[in-house]
């Protein structure tokens, strides 16, 4: 299988319990009590599979995906630099609030409060008069995250505000222009495909965006993470916020 041992571990531990279940309610013969479910040996590489982004290669990720993005604003197809819009924030969703690309994935705007403002402080900050306690109600944003892989619901409060309100306008600009259907509903998905009903992209799109557009032309030029020799991977931005916490 290409998935990773941590993902068989897991889909194994289920196997057995599903066993043990099905052996206490005797719905199976007794004789299924001699089946051995194989184990997942979980070394010290596979525990670092999701390094931590480094500050230095961070900076240098997103200026990379800035430039992708900005290169898709003459190409013929609209929904090219749409996408690429989403992809870059996406990515700095994730790595400001430590959500699973799972979790953001399936993101509904309803799950957002984004504080609104007030007439007089829209002004403020149009005319860059912010002061520091209309900044941080600028940059604040709570995201209510309630489809998560342990089922446990959390709120996440992030500095992301600006960059989902500046998301959020550029979604309703680019349904005007495209004449499609009102797509923010609070139901509406936050990272949702035009092309598909508004509905989420599938995981793998962002993951091979991630790999082919970003990190392999990068080769040789990230110094990647002291503790592991693996790739950057999408879901290391989790792994990101949560250093980068532990060290503040």
Not at 98 to 123: A, K, M
């Amino acid at each position: 299988s290409s998935c990773s041992k941590l993902t068989r571990q897991r889909e194994l531990n289920t196997i057995q319990h599903w066993v043990k279940w099905m052996l206490k309610e005797e719905v199976v013969h007794p004789k299924l009590s001699q089946l051995v479910v194989p184990k997942e040996k979980i070394g010290e590489e596979d525990l670092t599979a999701n390094p931590a982004i480094g500050p230095k290669d961070w900076d240098l990720i997103t200026k990379t995906i800035r430039e992708w993005k900005d290169k898709g604003v003459d190409h013929p197809r609209k929904g090219v630099h749409y996408y690429r819009t989403l992809f870059h924030t996406f990515c700095l969703v994730m790595k400001n609030t430590g959500c699973r690309p799972s979790e953001l994935r399936l993101l509904q705007w309803r799950d957002i409060e984004v504080l609104p403002l007030t007439d007089e402080e829209e002004e403020l900050r149009r005319l860059g008069k912010m002061n520091s306690k209309l900044t941080d109600k600028v940059a604040t944003a709570y995201i209510f995250i309630k489809k998560s892989k342990t089922r446990s619901q959390r709120e996440v409060p992030a500095r992301v505000g600006r960059e989902l309100r500046r998301w959020r306008d550029y979604i309703k600009g680019y349904a005007t222009e495209a004449n499609l259907r009102s797509c923010l509903t609070l139901d509406s998905y936050v990272f949702g495909n035009p092309n598909n009903e508004w509905r989420p992209y599938c995981r793998n799109v962002f993951s091979n965006t991630w790999h082919q557009d970003i990190i392999n032309p990068l080769a040789g030029q990230l110094r990647g993470h002291k503790m592991s020799d693996k790739n950057y991977t999408l879901y290391g931005m989790r792994s990101t916020y949560i250093e980068d916490n532990l060290l503040q």
